[in-house]
């Protein structure tokens, strides 16, 4: 169950890149998506690269990527209902070059912005078992490390959050999660929480727009003051 050993030996995102690109290391999701290309073969169906400059000053984390989203365009949130909010979002704050996000050829580009997942393979029922995300939380610790300018991070939902603090050696009950914590972390770099942006939690307005609105809005004023 452990990833590939080619992302600790050689570092950097050129390495998280091509560890992923061949990653199955989790069998029960590496079955799961030889069964969606089978019934799907025009979705991508594989592992999930991070989207946005690694040099950038923000970093987006997610869940997994979704069924009909990520898992069918090949870019984070992008071609469902959780990326519609997070790009108007991103968009709004100088963050993203347009406020949709359809397909990955589609010309968006972000600025001083990467999103990743916590697990980068679609999981059965949106649900990553926890030693599936032990596993690929190494590639995560991984992107934190080739982040050089990484400021600011946004975890989206509580697995998100757990997945951050364990990639950086942290403890989950020093930093509890909740919508629009402020947490310190190594180095002086920030991390925020929110809930996820999900369809589940945004029609029953666990999360509104004027709420994750404000996240961003303190990510701006975190980078500011940087």
């Known amino acids: 169950m452990n990833p590939p050993s080619s992302v600790a030996a050689t570092g950097g995102p050129e390495a998280v890149a091509l560890a992923l690109a061949s990653c199955a290391a989790c069998p029960r999701l590496a079955k799961f998506l030889a069964e969606v290309r089978a019934a799907h073969p025009e979705y991508h169906a594989r592992p999930v690269m991070p989207f946005g400059d690694h040099r950038a000053r923000l970093l987006v984390v997610g869940l997994a990527p979704g069924m009909h989203g990520a898992n069918r365009t090949g870019r984070p949130f992008t071609g469902d209902h959780a990326g519609i909010l997070l790009y108007e979002t991103l968009h709004r704050y100088g963050f993203a070059s347009q406020p949709t996000s359809l397909a990955a050829g589609d010309g968006l580009q972000l600025h001083d912005c990467r999103i990743t997942n916590a697990v980068k393979c679609l999981p059965p029922q ?23 300018a990484l400021r600011v991070v946004v975890a989206l939902g509580s697995i998100a959050h757990g997945a951050v603090l364990k990639a950086l050696g942290l403890r989950l009950a020093d930093h509890a999660f909740a919508h629009g914590a402020r947490h310190l972390l190594p180095e002086g770099r ?37």
């Open 126 to 148: 949106n649900k990553p078992l926890p030693v599936e995300i032990r596993t690929c939380n190494h590639y995560l610790a991984e992107e934190l490390r080739a982040a050089p």
């Open 190 to 226: 920030i991390l925020l929480d929110s809930y996820h942006c999900s369809r589940y939690n945004t029609q029953t307005r666990r999360l509104t727009a004027e709420g994750f609105a404000a996240i961003f809005a303190a990510v701006r004023d975190e980078l500011e003051r940087a």
